[in-house]
């Protein structure tokens, strides 16, 4: 029991999956159609997009933070320049800023194009452009509005030039200058370009772009990304459509953000030899004037070596004269240093690293390294931003106030060196006491002989920073190490043509199934017995499908699939009325549950057939509201309800025989009454069928609508069996419900359903015969030899 209902769950599951498969397949000329429709446009977006190309380039950034860039530069660090770190995620900001962006496009020309129209699509030209331009003597709105000239061949010699609304401004020789109002503009050819690569009578669009836009537009396709975390490896990337234009720019940026950083780098130690020359100069004619005097000195007193005579008083005091050198030249520096802050403007760098800090005033030097880290900041952001930005605002406050700490520190430093100068001169005042009996000549020469050291002492200090500060200058290495250079892949990325293939090919089998889908999923009407045997119960007689002639009734001969229909729900209505006698007349009613479901034609053609039979039959036009049945058959206008409606009538005179069939009677409705449901309630109506089943071996009965009108019910008990047709693709299947509460309740004795109108080209329901499906049932397809190939194409409905 078990195993069987396994077995019967199988089939049902391999049955909806057929049903499912034959729902789509039957329209694979429509999928094939959609396939090659969506393959011709992707075909054609291929060949009409611009194919765009990537270009990358690796480079390693000096991160000092990370610890995996080993400068060369590292044995110079003592020197105190070169403290200012950096970080990866900084470096990768600064790469992708604005300034970098719009100096490499300057550099480049970029924001200017060229364009040629080819025989399909309009090119871009920029390495095999056959001809050259250069501008100079550039104003300001040079790169701020947009202009478009027309360069056409006129000559070995010369071009024409025109404007963008194609006017000429005339001819040109190769070379010359042309004057605009913004700029002057030179036109050369190159001198080497292949024949193969553009034509002798060219026309070239050159089209002048505003910088902002270029930049942004370049800014936008420009991605600056570290590899990793844990490393200092950036990648650049642009996607351009030409090739060789991504990869310059690219090279370009990095050439300038190195020469960026180098600039930066060196902008302190710039500043710092500069001050230094000015002081060698000015300390150097100091010494001079010292020297000059000393040697004066000498000749007016005619001296040649002082020290000598007082050796022994002169041994003793070396040690706080040295000291009081010392300190004067501190003193000195100190004092320069107070007078360049005073002096200098308010954003200058500070000279670092020409004086000792040490003491109480230690953290001076760190605060000259912050203040100079701070201004060179404050410069950078300057470039893209104004004095009014919040970040240069702030820039702006800590430079004052550290400017100000700065200021602080000398001057105590200048305090403490006066107080220490103070007690060194007290201590060789005492000495001097001790040597009163030199004469005076020693001790002005002393004098002068001292500010000659003290001199020389700060001269040469002052030279050693200077050769310092070259050597930093000269090893500047760049702040990006050059991996890879900038390289073009062959193929584009864009467009992907395997990825648009694929995606036109499911495109192409979606759209349709969409199609069918969203109609099936809308589509309400009832399409084939399965569709039926979901709700009811009913006995199923068979499907008759689409009539493929104008014929109204069926002939003896006939071969077509609706006949064959017809006579295989004749041959299954023998085992539906099986119970009732074959000496005894049986009545068959037909009705539907609305008008135009095709029961008067399954009412006329059955009773067509089973005369075919030589069984006398007669049919009734029951439906006395709106009467069809002169529609299939030729029939005079009184009939039933003009029997009914008098009295002493004879039925017979109301009975008529068929043309071209032997035994095939018909009792025309009549002309329709005002009051149907009296007459078909009266009792002279079930007397009529008593006297009539004497007289003919079948009678079938085209009755109303039976959801509309109560007619058919109220003759129903006259009924041996009632066909109810259910006609395809026109019937909601939520009337469904309704015909299985009227066979639940019995109210319609020996019901059966017969499915009308089907089209099995598009049925994936039951077939036999001349359809197809699952090898049972009882439904018909289309002979398929009158089908042409356009209706096969097309499933054209017949």
Known sequence: MKENSFQDKLQDESINLREQIDRYFKYWPWFLFSVIIALFFSFLYLRYTTPQYKAVATILVKDDRKGNFQSELSSFNDLGLMNIKNNVDNEVEVIKSRSILEKAIKKLNFNVSFFIEGRVKVQEFYDKNPIEVSFFDVKDNFYNIQQSFLIEYSSNQTFELKSSETKSLGIFKYGSIINLFNAKMVITKRPIIEKSEIETNFSIMMNINKLEQVVQSYRNRVSV???????????????????????????SIIEIYNQDAIDDNNYISKNTQKFIDERLKFISEELGDVEKLGETFLKNNRLTDIQSNAESFIQNSNEFQQELIQTETQIKVVNSMIDYLKNAPKDAIIPNNIVSFDGSVSNTGDLINEYNSLVIQKNRNLTSATEKNLTVVNLNNKIIDMRLNIAENLNRLNTTLQIKRGDLEKQENLLSSKISSIPSQGREFKVIDRQQKIKETLYVYLLQKREEIGITLAVTAPNAKIIDTALVSNSPVSPNRSIIKIFALLAGLCIPFMVIFINDFLDTKVKSRRDIEKVVTIPYLGDIPSSETNDKIIEVHSRSSSAEAIRMIRTNLDFVLSTISDTKCKTIFVTSSIPKEGKTFVSVNLAATIALSSKKVLIIGLDVRNPKLNNYITVPSKGLTNYLAKNDQNINDYIVKIDNFEAFYALPSGVIPPNP???????????????????YDYIIVDTPPISLVTDTLLVAKNADAFIYVVRANFLDKRMLGFIQDLYQEKKLPNMSLVLNDTDLNKSYGYGYGYGYGYGYGYGYGVDKEKISWKDKFLFKKR
């Open 225 to 251: 990304v570290p590899l990793s975390k844990n490393s200092s490896v950036v990648e650049l990337t642009l996607i351009d459509p030409v090739p060789q234009k991504a990869q310059d720019l690219l090279n």
């Open 677 to 695: 449901v009296e007459l078909l309630s009266s009792n002279k109506i079930h007397d009529l069928f008593d006297e009539l089943k004497k007289e």
